[in-house]
């Protein structure tokens, strides 16, 4: 199957700083990508679209300020948490859709801890 | 408002048995549904897709079932291993260019 890989696989920050996250598709492009977050005992929720070339596309209550979403290339997205807090501490999962498939793949994740 | 349920949040089972896990969804219309493990601490790992148009898919000890009428998935593992011990996530999505929304899962443990 299709890879998908997230950099880095965990990291723990002070709060008030900013933090990026990368998804890359390794062996496929992807015109869009999607984040979710994932909570203990949780399932994965949808944060936001994210589009190649445009802007992201943002679900109700996810504030599009603090989770800057860039789709530089048909292989990359990256979601940089701004100011992060204590209540972002979360899972964070990429996931990609190749451009002539029907199947979505997912990144292993990414462990923030805000401290 | 659209509702996807996985009806157990755990379940336990022999192994050597078939473990079923259910999926139903309401005020939905989906063109996919798909099927993912998730072990602790990892991503979702992509086990196997069903169109809106198909009936059954089956891959290995694998089988998914999709039954618009009942607007419900199941999910069969033959044959099951303490190695299938994970859980279990069911999600759909539209057709075109749409996200995955996904149920809650289904935390299966595998006994020997």
């Known amino acids: 199957g299709a890879v998908v890989s997230q950099h880095p696989s965990w990291v723990i920050c002070k709060s008030g700083t900013s933090v990026k996250i990368e998804c890359r598709s390794l062996?496929?492009?992807?015109?869009?990508m999607f984040w979710y977050r994932q909570f203990p005992k949780q399932s994965l929720m949808l944060m936001a679209t994210?589009?190649?070339?445009?802007?992201?596309?943002?679900e109700q209550g996810v504030e599009k300020d603090k989770f800057l979403i860039n789709h530089a290339s048909l292989t990359l997205s990256t979601l940089t948490v701004t100011s992060a807090h204590p209540e972002d501490s979360s899972f964070y999962i990429c996931?990609?859709?190749?451009?002539?498939?029907?199947?979505?793949?997912f990144g292993p994740g990414t462990r923030l801890t805000v401290l | 408002s659209q509702k996807i349920e996985q009806n157990s949040e755990a379940l336990n089972i022999q192994e050597g048995k078939t473990a079923t896990l259910t999926c139903n969804y309401t005020?939905?219309?989906?063109?996919?549904l798909q099927w993912y493990r998730q072990d602790p601490g990892r991503g979702p790992v992509f086990l196997l897709l069903?169109?809106?148009?198909?009936k059954e898919k089956r891959k290995e000890r694998l089988k998914v079932t999709f039954d618009t009428t009942l607007k419900q998935s199941l999910f069969h593992i033959t044959a099951s291993q303490p190695a299938d011990s994970a859980t279990y996530l069911c999600?759909?999505?539209?057709?075109?260019?749409?996200?995955?929304?996904f149920g809650k899962g289904t935390r299966l443990s595998v006994i020997a």
């Open positions: 069903i169109r809106e148009n198909e």
């Open positions: 999600a759909l999505r539209n057709s075109g260019n749409t996200p995955l929304v």
């Open positions: 996931s990609a859709r190749a451009n002539s498939g029907d199947t979505q793949y």
């Open positions: 062996d496929f492009q992807a015109t869009t």
């Open positions: 994210s589009n190649e070339g445009s802007k992201a596309t943002y």
């Open positions: 005020n939905y219309s989906p063109a996919y």
